[in-house]
């Protein structure tokens, strides 16, 4: 795994803009992979479905090398952008909605006064939790990421209160078991330099990697410490591992295709892609039957029949094989020329001209990599909020004309008297 990242991060060094730049973590998340088929074939042998799987891999590299854009954008309209003057206005819509999203995590902490059953929240919120509590879960708070960050940015007076906000959002995420709230901050962080690179300085940067270091290390330590409490009498020692364990198990799912010959048993062609990708909004409307790929996985590994949706994320290298072994090429270079849109490009400069909803898109441009189907969902989530709440108000504007409202009291004030 290590020679697979060093050799990642030197072919990709030129669109690498710091140590918490968020693609740092995907090509980590691809070696990880690598790595994985690696010990497999070593332990096993190559097999033809392995190497289908390699070759995955190796497509969407090369197509993420050329595709990812390195220029700038212009820094007279970034700063159009940090001084608009309805940041203000949407940043607190998106606190509100952001506050409303935690309505359900607020009532479990009241009914669990225990702070450790806080933490199991999260496993609490799969068994039962609303549509839209989650939407605005999952939609409001990139919205919310954005206009903290452009706020902290162009007004000096404006940015303890809102490191204050920060920090209480991010412990309550802790608090309700989000082990990578910390990690997740700091990758924001990173993109947010990404996408306001001509305001940071090579100087800046310098000194923003140097403190990275430092947040990163406590950033592990703490999603150690919320791992174990996870299960009960669980050690520090062990979340750490398990904090490892997640980083290296990134593609499990393909090891329990390999070892349980997933070909026999989980379908592929065009159609059973479209149900795995969007299953989760059909079957609500049409009378489709569908189960994720991963649970499918799941199944297959223990040999039982799990009642609720578990197993490996729908990764790349899967999608692929759902939808057919023979578009694997076509399919990874579609997919890493979506993640380039999606984290910014010539061509989505001219497409989207809201840099607010542009910046939210860059936050998920990995996730169509990482979970397709999550992605799908996700991205529905940040879409609804948009076009519902955050662009209706970037469009109303108040306007208070004082000498109006001075002059007609005083005309009322004289027809009185008279």
């Given amino acids: 795994m290590a020679f697979y990242t060093i050799s990642l991060f030197f072919l990709f060094k030129r669109k690498i803009f710091s140590l918490i ?30 190497f289908g799987f390699v070759s995955v891999y190796l497509f969407y590299i090369l197509g993420l090398y050329l595709f990812l854009d390195t220029s700038p954008k212009s820094k007279s309209d970034l700063s159009l952008i940090l001084n608009d003057n309805r940041n203000k206005k949407l940043f607190f819509i998106s606190l509100l909605l952001n506050v409303v999203s935690r309505y359900e995590f607020i009532i479990y902490a009241i009914n669990n006064p225990s702070v450790v059953e806080w933490f199991l929240y999260k496993f609490k919120q799969i068994e039962s939790h609303s549509f839209i509590q989650y939407i605005l879960q999952v939609g409001a708070r990139p919205f919310f990421i954005y206009y903290s960050f452009v706020l902290i940015h162009a007004k000096k007076t404006w940015r303890t209160p809102l490191i204050f906000i920060l920090s209480i959002n991010v412990l309550l995420d802790i608090f309700s078991g989000g082990r990578s709230a910390i990690i997740g901050l700091i990758l924001s962080v990173g993109y947010y330099i990404y996408f306001f690179r001509p305001f940071f300085s090579q100087k800046r940067l310098n000194q923003i990697n140097k403190i990275s270091v430092l947040v990163i290390v406590l950033a592990i330590v703490v999603g150690a410490v919320i791992t174990s409490f996870y299960k009960r009498e669980s050690t520090v020692e062990e979340g750490m591992l398990g904090m490892i364990n997640r980083l290296l198990a990134a593609g499990d799912g393909l090891e329990m295709y390999l070892t349980n010959h997933g070909s026999a048993y989980v379908k592929s062609g065009p159609g059973e892609y479209i149900k795995s990708v969007f299953g989760i909004f059909l079957k609500r409307i049409m009378p489709v039957q569908s189960q994720s790929v991963g649970w499918q996985l799941y199944e297959l590994e223990h040999g039982i029949i799990s009642p609720i949706a578990v197993g490996p994320n729908y990764i790349l ?102």
């Avoid at 691809?30 to 042998?45: I, K, T, V, W």
């Avoid at 999608?319 to 989505?348: D, E, T």
């Avoid at 809201?354 to 189907?373: I, K, R, T, Y």
């Avoid at 001075?406 to 004289?414: E, P, V, Y």
Wanted: aromatic share 18%; proline share 4%; net charge positive.
């Fill in 317 to 418: 290298p899967l999608q692929a094989f759902v939808l057919g072994k023979f578009f694997i090429p076509f399919y990874c270079l579609l997919i890493s020329f979506i993640v380039a849109f999606l984290r910014g490009n010539k061509l989505s400069r001219k497409l989207i001209v809201n840099q607010d909803l542009a910046f939210v898109l860059g936050l998920l441009s990995f996730e169509p990599v990482l979970d397709m189907e999550l992605f799908i969902l996700v991205i529905c989530g940040c879409l609804s909020i948009y076009f519902i709440f955050i662009y209706p108000f970037k469009k109303i504007r108040f306007l208070f004309d004082w000498h109006t409202v001075i002059r007609l009291l005083l005309n009322k004030q004289k027809y009185e008297t008279h």
């Fill in 21 to 50: 730049d968020p693609l740092i973590l995907h090509l980590t998340w691809c070696s990880s992979g690598l790595a994985l088929l690696s010990g497999y074939f070593f332990d096993r042998g190559i097999d033809f479905d392995g």
